[in-house]
């Protein structure tokens, strides 16, 4: 997955961010995050028909709301007509995934159900994409504290004018200044950083965090 985004990342280098940490052991000193269907969809107006992606496996996750939302979208085209539906085979491939990611990346808007846990990995690759994850409301919801991240209640919350004013209200915070929204929960250095803040070897010595081995001890 990070080799596809990365080859993505690739072709918009204009688009860089500045490290978290200054200078971090776990990331370079400029950070790709590109914004261009952020400018095609304020550009258009909003008005593209590509707005909603379902594009996972219906049988994945063990409350069945994968398979509700497959069923009822995916299969009621009529009302549905915004969305596009790309079944997923098992496994991953990751000759293609770059392709996929292409293939993807024409739909601002990504639903992405829990899969066989709460949190899923479709989320992640959307936000680095630049799209914009839809996720149910659950234990986790604070993850996605200042992220782009559209948080419902109810699969029928998912209707044309509600996600077409969502977009664009998002599509405007993600280019507004000083920054609305906060990428740092997208980096490596973010994740290890609060890791060794609370574990029992932090330690503020950046030296000592980058060669320390990761162990791990059992809490009784």
């Known amino acids: 997955m990070a080799e596809s985004i990365r080859g993505i990342h690739q072709q918009y280098r204009n688009y860089t961010l500045p490290s978290v940490f200054n200078k971090s052991m776990d990331e370079p000193l400029y950070y790709v995050q590109p914004f261009d269907i952020t400018q095609s969809v304020l550009n258009s107006h909003n008005q593209s028909d590509k707005l909603l992606l379902l594009n996972f496996h219906p049988d994945t996750d063990p409350d069945g709301l994968r398979r509700k939302l497959w069923k009822n979208i995916c299969g009621n085209k009529n009302k549905y007509s915004f969305a596009t539906c790309f079944d997923k085979s098992s496994g991953v491939d990751p000759s293609i ?40 409301h659950s234990t986790i919801d604070s993850l996605y504290t200042d992220l782009p991240v559209i948080i419902i209640h109810d699969w029928n919350e ?63």
């Open 97 to 136: 995934l770059q392709t996929i990611y292409r293939r993807n990346r024409q739909y601002p808007l990504w639903l992405s159900p829990r899969g066989n846990g709460i949190d899923c990995h479709r989320t992640w690759e959307a936000l680095y994409l630049d799209a914009i994850p839809i996720v149910w």
């Open 158 to 220: 998912i209707n044309k004018q509600f996600l077409r004013n969502k977009l664009y209200e998002i599509a405007l915070k993600k280019l507004q200044q000083p920054p609305v929204y906060h990428y740092e929960k997208l980096r490596h250095a973010f994740w290890r950083d609060m890791i060794l803040k609370k574990s029992r070897h932090s330690s503020t010595n950046t030296h000592i965090h980058k060669n320390r081995c990761w162990r791990a001890k059992t809490i009784q």
